[in-house]
T-cell receptor, first 109, second 114 residues
């Protein structure tokens, strides 16, 4: 099956950019997603990219996809305290979403 | 106001008891999913349903059961056979069909064992 790996923790200063990285194993993945989870809440869809794209920008969020290396990243510009959360990378094959373990982002003043 | 609702927010289970978690959506989505989340891990798929009156096992279906009698509802029963049920349970839905697989999540139910 699909393996999705993420680093577990990221600490960033308020106002700086955050970059969260993800690697996956199945090159036939169609869509790749980033979800945000705040404490005690469900997952909020942040953005996604189709596998034939290499970049997508949506306001403060930039997604980069390197299909050759099976590497996905999420850049958050001008990180704010409200961006503190767990971020999940998820990869779609057919109907099935495979999730990474999540990256806990802590924003410090 | 469209969305996915899950109830209750917290649920307590006694030994040997079956409990049912509710998931309702008014998005007119065909497909619905149940995931389990444990601390420090990604989500794992329990069951999914792509259409009414049909459902399939996911990666960790043992000890769980579901039904899909109505398009908007996909309840999950945690049976006494599930020996380690303490977790956060998340329901999701998608429009369904090729190119329409983006999943949207409910707020979750936390299940605790007494």
């Amino acid at each position: 099956g699909e393996d999705v790996e993420q680093s577990l923790f990221l600490s960033v200063r308020e106002g700086d950019s955050s970059v969260i990285n993800c690697t996956y194993t199945d090159s036939s993945s169609t869509y790749l997603y980033w979800y945000k989870q705040e404490p005690g809440a469900g997952l909020q869809l942040l953005t996604y990219i189709f596998s034939n794209m290499d970049m997508k920008q949506d306001q403060r969020l930039t997604v980069l996809l390197n299909k050759k290396d099976k590497h996905l990243s999420l850049r958050i510009a001008d990180t704010q305290t409200g961006d503190s959360a767990i971020y999940f990378c998820a990869v779609l094959n057919d109907y099935k979403l495979s999730f990474g373990a999540g990256t806990t982002v802590t924003v410090r003043a | 106001d469209g969305g996915i609702t899950q109830s209750p927010k917290y649920l307590f289970r006694k030994e040997g008891q079956n409990v049912t978690l509710s998931c309702e959506q008014n998005l007119n989505h065909d497909a619905m999913y149940w995931y389990r989340q444990d601390p420090g891990q990604g989500l794992r798929l329990i069951y999914y349903s792509q259409i009414v009156n049909d459902f399939q096992k996911g990666d960790i279906a043992e000890g769980y059961s579901v039904s899909r009698e109505k398009k908007e509802s996909f309840p999950l029963t945690v049976t006494s056979a599930q020996k380690n049920p303490t977790a956060f349970y998340l329901c999701a839905s998608s429009i369904g069909g090729q190119g329409q697989e983006t999943q949207y999540f409910g707020p979750g139910t936390r299940l605790l064992v007494l």
